[in-house]
């Protein structure tokens, strides 16, 4: 059944990389201060504010940021952590660093979010926080998170890391929690290579934020002439960016607007392209709750096993279709067994891990090539059903 048709290789992803960004960074060389907290670091966190009202420290990446969550919390050793197990290894491994246990639960079928049902029961004396992620830039339902975290007095917290942009009602994602996340990682909607951002909801945090920041000196309080030397006062780390970086993302983060544009046409055509072929069964599309307003971060769909998705891989493969599936839960992958603990059944998470695949989506993804793709999916269609 496998045949080859389509000879032009499509890309799952290829990141955006313009003359935009290159003459932010020949200004940097010009300006003569390339590291950290300078020119573009400071309208990146100017733009940030704008956008969502919150100040932002600008990290290396997500991890890094996530990283700086259980530092800022005083977590300690033994401490849980209520996550999903479906997500990227950093939401866990963050925590992990510094002794916290992973307690991971199930997510939601429909849009495999961490389900807000389950949480509550998953929660113990040694519970100190949850993380939610809202998985392909899909909101979860953060009502009934706040109202479980005031509840039992936890910390709330969000791996936005894929919801640049995306809202909850009218609250952007990330600005929920006491603290959030988001990424630049060039697979994300909005990229520096490596990047990301700590987003700080509850004022509390921001003086020690710097302070983690910056190696836990008190650095960023010197330059602004609060204090007249500088020196080493907390525990800390180097997570903040280089400003070759900061001029990279300030770039994208002023293209922005295009960028999602696009990402949301591509979206929406593969959602109208796929709607029949979840009409007959064959797959299932994303849900976007009404309370969602998404990124297009991701179009992914659901197959009804894992051989039919094996199938479907291997065939746009041959025609040079280049699609990705993810993530192997993080409660069976070895050091999740190693260093957290699951809740009880993680069936949904199993399932979703068999059988989603992800299609190409990227700014410069072109009608041409989105032709091809329906073309060859068609094919697929016809000789497996
Ligand atoms: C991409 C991603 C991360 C990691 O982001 P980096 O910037 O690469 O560190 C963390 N969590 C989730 C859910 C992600 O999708």
Redesign the pocket.
Same mark, same amino acid.
Request: with cysteine.
């Given at each position: 059944m496998l045949e080859t048709i389509n000879e032009k290789n499509i890309l799952f992803n290829k990141p955006l990389c313009s003359t935009r960004e290159l003459d932010n960074i020949k200004d940097v060389f010009n300006r003569g201060k390339i590291s950290g907290d300078g020119y573009y670091t400071k309208l990146c966190n100017e733009w940030f504010l704008n956008k969502i009202n919150r100040k932002i420290l600008l990290t290396t *990446?997500? @991890? *890094?940021a996530?990283e700086m969550m259980p530092i800022l919390l005083n977590l300690k050793e033994g401490d849980e952590v209520i996550m999903p197990s479906y @997500?990227?290894v *950093? @939401?866990a491994n963050a925590f992990v660093l510094r002794g916290v246990v992973p307690v991971f639960v199930d997510i939601r079928p429909d849009t495999l979010n961490i389900d807000e049902n389950i949480v509550e029961a998953a929660i113990t004396p040694k519970t100190r926080a949850i993380i939610v992620?809202h998985y392909g830039g899909v909101s979860c339902e953060m009502n009934k998170f706040r109202e479980i975290a005031k509840k039992h007095n936890l910390y709330l917290l969000e791996?936005a890391?894929?919801a640049f942009s995306s809202k909850y009602y009218n609250e952007d994602l990330g600005t929920i929690g006491d603290l959030g996340t988001y990424?630049?990682?060039e @697979?994300?909607n909005v990229v520096s290579g490596?990047?990301?951002c700590l987003i700080i909801n509850n004022e509390k945090f921001h003086e020690r934020a710097e302070i983690i920041r910056e190696k836990g000196t008190n650095r960023a309080k010197f330059f602004r002439g609060q204090v007249d030397k500088y020196t080493w006062v907390d525990i800390g780390s180097s997570y903040l960016p280089s400003d070759i970086i900061a001029a990279f993302l300030y770039s994208q983060l002023s293209f922005s607007d295009f960028i999602q544009k696009r990402r949301m046409e591509i979206w929406n055509k593969y959602n109208a392209f796929f709607e029949i072929y979840e009409k007959k069964g064959y797959i299932r599309r994303p849900f976007i709750p009404s309370f969602c307003t998404h990124n297009a971060h991701m179009y992914y769909i659901l197959f009804n096993s894992l051989e039919v998705r094996t199938k479907f891989i291997e065939y746009l493969k041959k025609n040079k279709i280049n699609t990705c599936f993810h993530y192997i839960p993080l409660h069976s992958a070895p050091a999740g067994i190693k260093y957290g603990k699951t809740f009880g059944s993680l069936n949904v998470t199993d399932k979703v891990s068999d059988t989603l695949v992800r299609m190409p989506l990227f700014y410069e993804l072109s009608d041409d090539d989105l032709n091809i793709i329906f073309n060859i999916v068609e094919n697929f269609f016809e000789r497996e059903f």
């Open positions: *990446s997500c @991890t *890094s996530l @997500t990227f *950093s @939401t992620v791996d890391a894929q990424s630049f990682h @697979t994300k490596e990047g990301g």
